[in-house]
């Protein structure tokens, strides 16, 4: 692990809105807190006993022996690169793409979500959004530009890589930010059905064991009717210059064929679109009508 210390955690209320990402039963904390705060301790399922560690804060709701190699290989990358990881982007995309800019394909694929369209709860309550493989954070700030100002956020974050996790936990304290992080696997989100406003993925479903899967759990934890968008790499249509498809093919290395997964959006998605973010990512989003069921 690159940092011992704790990132913000879940609270103690933030309970109720977890579930096993196995069985879907719901979870209760038995430990310790610390500022209201889950600290050391286990999340156990109320009906099969499932135990799920809480160590310093950190909270893991995923079981290392269901990891699909690709996933764990992907991770090991990340763990090791984490504090490469944007100062590479930053430098890539322009030199790699040879047009366009980070920022660029980044609000691209945050416009999707419709932020704009938030409005203030008569409730009070904070309209919730969920970013799966949340890395760095390099995303947030986007976010915050686009946030109706008078709208109260509760922002939510989980990755699979620790490393890449309190790197993303460092810069959310640094915009002033509290959010609610956990270790997790985006193939078995573990969280009740329909809990988040606004729920999106960028840079890492490509190379998943299941992205079809993925998108499902996106979609299933999405309230009806938001937006879900999610963005990865693909070779825009008509680039036959030598340079950008020999780039293209140096960064996309893991995958053979990286492209976007519309065709495993899933069943009764309404609004789907299959949009190129920049000359080499495309950009996804859709929208659940009514009820999703859960993976099997």
């Known amino acids: 692990m ?4 704790a990132w913000p955690g879940l609270r103690t ?9 196995e069985t879907h039963e719901p979870l209760v904390f038995v430990g310790r807190s610390r500022n209201d705060r889950l600290w050391d301790g286990e999340l156990i399922s109320g009906w099969t006993s499932r135990r799920w560690p809480v160590r310093r804060g950190h909270v893991r709701l995923f079981r290392e022996d269901r990891v699909g190699a690709p996933d764990r290989f992907m991770r090991r990358i990340y763990d090791n690169a984490a504090v490469l990881h944007d100062p590479a982007v930053k430098i890539a995309m322009p030199l790699f793409q040879l047009q366009g800019s980070e920022r660029a394909a980044r609000d691209f694929v945050i416009d999707r979500l419709e932020l704009g369209a938030l ?11 969920l970013e799966v493989s949340l890395g760095t954070g390099a995303n947030v700030p986007h976010l915050l530009r686009k946030l109706p100002g008078d709208v109260p956020v509760e922002w939510w974050g989980l990755d699979l890589s620790q490393s890449m996790l309190a790197r993303g936990a460092d810069r959310m304290r640094r915009l002033g930010l509290d959010p609610h992080l956990l270790l997790a696997d ?3 989100l573990p969280f009740a059905d329909h809990q988040f406003d606004r729920v999106f993925h960028v840079g890492g ?6 992205p079809g899967l993925a998108l499902a759990e996106l979609a299933r934890v999405a309230k009806p009717g938001t937006p879900v968008v999610v963005s990865d ?10 340079y950008r498809r020999a780039m293209f093919a140096l960064v996309t290395f893991y995958d053979d064929d990286p492209r976007s997964p519309v065709d495993l959006v899933p069943p009764g998605a309404v609004d789907v679109r ?3 973010a920049s000359p080499f990512f495309y950009c996804l989003s859709f929208r659940m009508p009514g009820r999703v069921a859960g993976p099997p």
């Open 205 to 210: 479903i490509n190379g998943f064991s299941d």
């Open 119 to 129: 409005r203030k709860r008569p409730d009070g309550e904070p309209v919730r959004i």
């Open 13 to 21: 209320a933030d309970v109720a809105r977890l579930r096993c990402p």
């Open 186 to 188: 985006a193939h078995r």
């Open 274 to 276: 299959d949009e190129q």
């Open 2 to 5: 690159s940092r011992s210390r």
């Open 233 to 242: 790499e693909q070779l825009q249509a008509g680039i036959t210059d030598p």
